[in-house]
């Protein structure tokens, strides 16, 4: 089983940053692609990032291009997510996933329980 631990949000003014955090728990699983997901209340849960554990390939919702960032720290098994400009439409809780399997863009095995992000105008 993988574990994995969000962190780093928090309430945040229109144009601040944050930076979240996801550690997982289990080393002997292969890590292909980790990503980052939100929702909004009342939205369903959307895309926001996913990074290539070995490439380090990244790929980002538009809403977000060119605002966050996705990368990883393979020694620590932790991916981050720096979200920089952030707009009140990015209100949301933000979890993130990985997959173990190799599934392919899209799908994930584990997540994790998700991190208040919340921006005021």
């Known amino acids: 089983q993988v574990q994995l631990v969000e962190s780093g949000g928090g309430l945040v003014q229109a144009g601040g940053s944050l930076r979240l955090s996801c550690a997982a728990s289990e080393r002997t699983f292969i890590m292909y692609r980790m990503g980052w997901f939100r929702q909004a209340p009342g939205k369903e849960r959307e895309f926001v990032a996913a990074i290539s554990w070995s490439s380090g390939r990244t790929y980002y919702a538009d809403s977000v291009k060119g605002r966050f960032t996705i990368s990883r720290d393979n020694t620590k098994n932790t991916m981050y997510l720096q979200m920089n400009s952030l707009k009140p439409e990015d209100t949301a809780v933000y979890s993130c996933?990985?997959?173990?399997?190799?599934?392919?863009?899209?799908?994930?095995?584990?997540w994790g329980q998700g991190t208040q992000v919340t921006v005021s105008s």
């Open positions: 996933a990985a997959d173990t399997v190799n599934y392919g863009m899209g799908t994930y095995d584990y």
